[in-house]
């Protein structure tokens, strides 16, 4: 089993930037997942955001969040980053932080373990 928990998500002005955080625990080890994060706008489908492979030499991103986002891992940390720079307004999202075991995956259905989410909120 893996827990996972989002933090840092809040409120920015369209042009500023958040790092979220997931903090892995349980009892497998970090470096055996693949992590990923997604984000749902309401009455939108959960959409893939970022994904790096176990030991971050490879990572994937929607085309929506290239050049922007960038998500990076501390295997000793237990944890994940997303660091979202020039965020607009259509970034607005609960954003969730998602594991699945050895390889990455760019689809909701392709991970097992999902954390409770934290809201990004952007201005105009």
């Known amino acids: 089993q893996v827990q996972l928990v989002e933090s840092g998500g809040g409120l920015v002005q369209a042009g500023g930037s958040l790092r979220l955080s997931c903090a892995a625990s349980?009892?497998?080890?970090?470096?055996?997942?693949?992590m990923g994060w997604f984000r749902q706008a309401p009455e939108k489908e959960r959409e893939f955001v970022a994904a790096?492979?176990?030991?971050?030499?490879?990572?994937d991103y929607g085309d929506s969040v290239k050049g922007r986002f960038t998500i990076s891992r501390d295997n000793p940390g237990n944890t994940v980053f997303l660091q979202m720079n020039n965020l607009k307004p259509e970034d607005t999202a609960v954003y969730y932080c998602?594991?699945?075991?050895?390889?990455?995956?760019?689809?909701?259905?392709?991970?097992?373990?999902w954390g409770q989410g934290t809201q990004v909120t952007v201005s105009s």
């Open positions: 998602a594991a699945r075991p050895i390889a990455r995956g760019m689809r909701v259905e392709e991970y097992e373990y």
């Open positions: 349980g009892h497998t080890l970090f470096s055996t997942l693949a």
């Open positions: 790096i492979s176990r030991y971050g030499v490879g990572t």
